[in-house]
């Protein structure tokens, strides 16, 4: 008599390990009804995949819902970002919005590329995105479109709380305060302005957020800038090309068809901690007979254009944060 195969028990493939492998290597499309396919679930085994989602469910290591499935932390290949800094050659930097690192381990950085047609998304930019996580040293994320700008890192003045941590008072009438987190203070000392990123999550009936830069002391030369330009949104980082190309810079010029005005006592009307004199001013009594009681009045003005030039990394950089 030939011997009778024994029947297929599913439970030998349909496993917690198998499901969470799928939903890792099937991020856009690991539903319920592709994970019935996928392990050919039919009839009464229903049951053990609902049992098996809910347990993975219960235990924090499937997210989601019935159409849509994912790993704790895992990104879609289309999903939000934020363009946050540059790196060291100028190229933008971009990071999923809401990132919880408590829970899901260091944030990921994805290396924007853009379109030479059409928006051109900038520093505080939310993009539409799709990633490409093929090269491990170098996760990309090509821009879909350029959302609507949304100012999500705040500004405040790190105050510290009994039991660690802190809340930040706000340097704007309509800015929030918002809790930090003892192990989200970055190492802000009480007093110091602080830049904050809101967090998804609230406590207390206030927003959570974590410190991502220390300015320092709200009293100092920095401080007072960078509230400025935060309050109208001006970038103030620069890439390190930029940096490099103004500090190479010749610090004099050439006169051939200029005057020398360096013996010429002139004056700038600014405040002692002014970084950028600069109208020059000079004026002494006309001795020309034909203006009696007259004024030879002198006006220096930077030629920037002189450093600035077409073409240059400067340029490009200049054209990007114009804002007068």
């Not at 028990?9 to 492998?21: G, K, P, S």
């Not at 001006?234 to 005057?259: C, G, M, Q, Y």
């Not at 002198?298 to 200049?318: F, N």
Request: charged share 30%.
């Amino acid at each position: 008599m030939a011997k009778r195969d024994k029947p297929f028990d599913i439970r030998t493939v349909l496993t917690r390990e198998a499901v969470l492998r799928f939903v890792a290597e099937n991020p856009d499309q690991a539903g319920k009804r592709e994970l019935a396919k996928a392990f050919g679930v039919k009839g009464d085994d229903r049951i053990l995949l609902k049992d098996i989602i809910a347990d993975l469910q219960a235990d924090g290591l499937l997210a989601g819902g019935r159409k849509q499935f994912s790993r704790p932390g895992a990104l879609p290949d289309i999903t939000v970002l934020e363009i946050r800094r540059r790196d060291d050659e100028g190229g933008l930097l971009a990071e999923p919005l809401g990132w919880d690192v408590t829970a899901n381990g260091p944030r990921p950085v994805f290396v924007v590329r853009q379109k030479r047609e059409g928006p051109v998304a900038g520093i505080g930019d939310q993009i539409l995105s799709k990633l490409d996580r093929s090269d491990p040293e170098e996760q990309t994320a090509s821009v879909i479109r350029v959302l609507e700008r949304k100012k999500t890192i705040a500004l405040g003045v790190f105050r510290e709380v009994p039991g660690g941590g802190g809340r930040i008072e706000p340097v704007e009438r309509r800015q929030l305060e918002y809790i930090i987190g003892p192990d989200q203070t970055n190492g802000a000392k009480d007093g110091d302005l602080v830049e904050v990123e809101p967090s998804e999550r609230s406590r207390a009936g206030l927003p959570v957020g974590r410190v991502t830069e220390i300015i320092g002391s709200l009293t100092s030369e920095k401080a007072i800038s960078t509230i400025a330009l935060h309050v109208h949104g001006i970038p103030h980082v620069f890439p390190k090309p930029v940096i490099a190309e103004a500090e190479e810079a010749p610090s004099t010029l050439p006169l051939n068809d200029r005057e020398d005005w360096r013996k010429l006592a002139l004056v700038t009307i600014d405040p002692a901690d002014a970084k950028d004199h600069d109208d020059a001013v000079h004026a002494r009594p006309d001795d020309d007979p034909a203006n009696p009681g007259g004024m030879v009045l002198t006006v220096a003005i930077a030629d920037v254009s002189w450093y600035v030039r077409p073409g240059s990394k400067l340029d490009a950089e200049a054209r990007l944060r114009g804002n007068s």
